[in-house]
Nanobody, 119 residues
Framework: QVQLVQSGGGLVQPGGSLRLSCTASGSTSSAYNLGWYRQAPGKQRDLVAEITSGGSPNYADSVKDRFAISRDTAPNTVYLQMNNLKPEDTAVYYC?????????????WGQGTQVTVSS
C-alpha cells in the first residue's frame, strides 16, 4: 500500500510558475515510479511527466521544454516544476505511483490539486 499526499497548485498568470509536490509513504514506495497526470474539464486524464524509481524522466510533448520532474528519496517525494504556464495547462493535477510485479500492476493516486492559469 502507498499513500500519496499532494501540495502546491493554485492560480497563476500566463507565463508564471508553480511547483507541485507529492510525498509517497509506505514501506515499498521507493520502488515505485512516480509521476503526474492532469485532467481538464470534459477531457481524459493524460500523462504530464513521470520519473522512474531509478530517476529517469519522461515528459508529454506539450510540456517537455517547460516542466521539470524530480525526485527526492528521504522522504520519497516527487516534484513538478512548471514554468511558462499557459491557459491550456489549466487542469486538476494528480500524482501517481505505479509499479508492475510480474503481470500485476499496482497503481495509487493522489487526491488531486487544481492548477488554474488565467489573467
Amino acid at each position: 500500500q502507498v499513500q500519496l499526499v499532494q501540495s502546491g497548485g493554485g492560480l497563476v498568470q500566463p507565463g508564471g510558475s508553480l511547483r507541485l509536490s507529492c510525498t509517497a509513504s509506505g514501506s515499498t514506495s521507493s520502488a515505485y515510479n512516480l509521476g503526474w497526470y492532469r485532467q481538464a474539464p470534459g477531457k481524459q486524464r493524460d500523462l504530464v511527466a513521470e520519473i522512474t524509481s531509478g530517476g529517469s524522466p519522461n515528459y508529454a510533448d506539450s510540456v517537455k521544454d517547460r516542466f521539470a520532474i524530480s525526485r527526492d528519496t528521504a522522504p520519497n517525494t516527487v516534484y513538478l516544476q512548471m514554468n511558462n504556464l499557459k491557459p491550456e495547462d489549466t487542469a486538476v493535477y494528480y500524482c501517481i505511483a505505479e509499479r508492475r510485479i510480474g503481470n500485476t500492476p499496482y497503481i495509487y493516486w493522489g487526491q488531486g490539486t487544481q492548477v488554474t492559469v488565467s489573467s
